[in-house]
């Protein structure tokens, strides 16, 4: 029998009615002739508050109990999800992560999926059960405890589920009805994309774009998981939504396949660095060692024997970039004159396959942000992405007007 898996995310189950949607999707699916993995999120604002919880009752938590209570969550919704299913006259079933089991390392909060045997649910789907209804976001650790994957740890579940039970495709069901060139809340000609190849997707998932949980994204290239992303409010066809899929598949596609931005970022300047071999390490071995994300890296020679180190951060851990650098220097393990912090910038990145094989797509980009007065303080490259740190305030222009150049609103 052909398997699918589908997710639901939090918008998509934040209430019965909502649950009873998603179970009247899954029924269509069982009706075609499909056992189904349906795998679900907690309902929408379900875990902020079972995370306050935790943080009102234990300021300094035991990571352990943490990942039990947030995991609880996903677990009612399962149950609901299986029992109107069941309403309907469709054999179903709720698991819990550690029913599966979903075997993963011991990092709580952010574990990692090491292994799904399947032989627990194949043995299900043979006696007849049609559903698997499983939580997301959670499994168990070689202790036997209840470990979670992270934020966006429900995407991650289903593309592992899709790829352990080689499922024909994993359907994503969210408050969207696709992937987009750019963010349609910024620039009203945004353009639903019918395709998006998996390396696109990684760097617009890692740039920003809320749509897909970059894990997930790279579960699904390594193991050629085809993914759709789909609105949970409308009624699909099979052309439907935006198909994640090998580059292989994408017959024609532009240039630049679309626009990203991260409005939080800060630029942060080491000046008058000493210029010697393993100053780079000493510098991000610290910021690392602190959970400092650092993103854009750039080095200027400042003076002979000096340099000036930049790079980029979320915003809102520069205090923790500054406590690790400030500690370097008190240990004397690196010295700098001043560190300097600009919270007031922005990231903006053109993505494109078709980078790969045609020139110039630099160039019409810094003279695209040129024409618009907006100037650029750091560059980064890749092959198949561009990214240039700006200040703030003029983030929505640069994403309006690199939509605009690029005519991402046309179909290639």
């Known amino acids: 029998m052909p398997l699918l898996v589908m997710k639901f995310g939090g918008t998509s189950v934040a209430d019965l009615d909502r649950i009873a949607n998603a179970a009247e999707k899954v029924k269509r ?5 499909y056992d189904v993995i349906v795998i679900v999120s907690a309902m929408s604002g ?3 508050e079972l995370v306050g919880w935790v943080e009102q009752t234990s300021p300094l938590f ?3 109990e943490y990942d039990a209570v947030v995991s609880s969550g996903e677990n009612v919704t399962a149950g609901l999800m299986a029992l109107r299913l069941q309403e309907m006259d469709v054999p179903a079933r709720s698991w819990q992560g550690w029913q599966v089991p979903l075997q993963t390392t011991s990092a709580h909060s952010s574990a990692r999926i090491e292994d799904i045997p399947r032989a627990n649910l194949d043995r299900k789907f043979a006696e007849g059960m049609k559903v698997a209804v499983v939580a997301g976001f959670q499994g168990v650790s070689p202790e036997g405890r209840i470990t979670t994957l992270g934020r966006g740890g429900s995407d991650t579940t289903a593309v592992a589920f899709a790829a352990a039970f080689e499922a024909e495709r994993c359907d994503i069901y969210t408050d969207v ?3 987009y060139t750019t963010d349609p809340r910024i620039e009203d000609k945004a353009r639903k994309l019918e395709k998006i190849a998996f390396e696109e997707m990684l760097e617009l998932a890692s740039l920003g774009a809320k749509v897909l949980q970059t894990r997930s994204v790279e579960l699904a290239m390594r193991y050629k998981v085809r993914l759709r992303v789909l609105s949970s409010f409308e009624d699909n066809d099979d052309n439907a939504g935006t198909l994640v899929c090998a580059e292989e598949d994408i017959v024609e596609s532009n240039v630049v396949a679309g626009v990203a931005y991260s409005r939080d970022e800060a630029k942060m ?3 008058s ?3 010697r071999p393993g100053i780079a390490a000493a510098i991000f071995g610290p910021l690392s060692e602190a959970g400092v994300n650092v993103d854009m890296i750039v080095q200027n020679i400042s003076e002979e024997g000096r340099t000036d180190m930049t790079f980029s951060c979320p915003v809102d851990q520069v205090a923790r970039a500054e ?3 400030n500690g370097a220097r008190d240990k004397g393990e690196i010295q700098f004159s001043e560190l300097v912090a600009d919270t007031d910038v922005a990231k903006v990145s053109v993505v494109g396959i078709g980078m790969r094989s045609h020139a110039g797509v630099a160039a019409r980009m810094f003279a695209a942000l040129s024409q618009e007065g907006i100037n650029i303080k750091v560059i980064t490259t890749s092959e198949i992405k561009i990214s240039v740190l700006i200040d703030r305030k003029y983030m929505e222009l640069a994403v309006q007007a690199l939509h605009d150049t690029f005519e991402l609103d046309k179909a290639a």
């Open 46 to 48: 379900k875990t902020n």
């Open 323 to 325: 406590r690790a650098m």
């Open 177 to 179: 009805d696709g992937v």
């Open 29 to 33: 699916e069982v009706d075609r002739g």
């Open 273 to 275: 660095v000493a210029d």
């Open 269 to 271: 300047t080491l000046i």
């Open 62 to 64: 035991d990571a352990r």
